[in-house]
């Protein structure tokens, strides 16, 4: 692995490690994508509704699961190897992105 110099300042010196700019460029683009998706899915939702209740359901339905799965997803880290844990996440929000992709598109 390669070492940081200890007279640079350890922020900037970061980014020369290719690895760790992949992985902030793969953290940015998957965080704007999730919060691109949020405000497609709301915006849709009220377009079609025109109802603020409905618009608060998207919202409760985007919050709840976080909230309920707190205390088993430290569980399940503990079980599974964070690798499998994260390849899933990603492939389960692939796989409602589709879905809902496919939904707009069919009416």
Do not use: C, N
């Not at 953290?27 to 998706?37: H, S």
């Not at 799965?69 to 880290?77: E, F, K, N």
């Amino acid at each position: 692995m390669t070492d940081i110099p200890k007279d640079e300042d350890t922020t900037l010196a970061l980014f020369r490690l290719r690895d760790f700019r992949f992985y902030i460029s793969g953290r940015f683009l998957g965080t704007l994508g999730m919060l691109i998706q949020s405000v497609a899915v709301g915006w849709q939702v009220y377009d079609i509704t025109e109802s603020p209740l409905a618009l608060g359901y998207v919202g409760l339905a985007q919050f709840l699961p976080m909230v309920l799965m707190t205390l088993p997803a430290g569980d399940i880290a503990d079980r599974i190897d964070r690798r499998y844990i994260v390849a899933g996440a990603g492939l389960l929000e692939a796989a409602a992105a589709g879905w809902l992709i496919l939904l707009t598109l069919t009416h």
